[in-house]
Nanobody, 124 residues
């Protein structure tokens, strides 16, 4: 079993910053890809970024590249999403996900485990 718990969401003004955390438990994660997705009301779930536990390789959606940074702390089994220069269009529920495969997929169906989500709201 793998359990993922997100935290750190909230309300922020445009141009502000938030840092999300995803605490993982239940297994070791050295062979996993960890991803962040988001979903706004009425829209499909959207890929944001991903990272490999073992090598730290990263992948970003074009919409967040240069503003968001994904990182992980292997000792704490925690992955982070630092979000800077937030925009109203970033408003969504943000989900942490885990993929036991090798490839860093942008597709939600590639990820086997999901957290409960944390709300991020950006006001103008």
């Amino acid at each position: 079993q793998v359990q993922l718990v997100e935290s750190g969401g909230g309300l922020v003004q445009a141009g502000g910053s938030l840092r999300l955390s995803c605490a993982a438990s239940g297994r070791t994660f050295s062979n996993y890809v960890m991803g962040w997705f988001r979903q706004a009301p009425g829209l499909e779930r959207e890929f944001v970024t991903a990272i490999r536990w073992s090598g730290g390789n990263t992948l970003y959606a074009d919409s967040v590249k240069g503003r968001f940074t994904i990182s992980r702390d292997n000792a704490k089994n925690t992955v982070y999403l630092q979000m800077n220069n937030l925009k109203p269009e970033d408003t969504a529920v943000y989900y942490c996900a885990a993929d036991p495969g090798y490839y860093m997929s942008r597709l939600p169906g590639s990820y086997d485990y999901w957290g409960q989500g944390t709300q991020v709201t950006v006001s103008s």
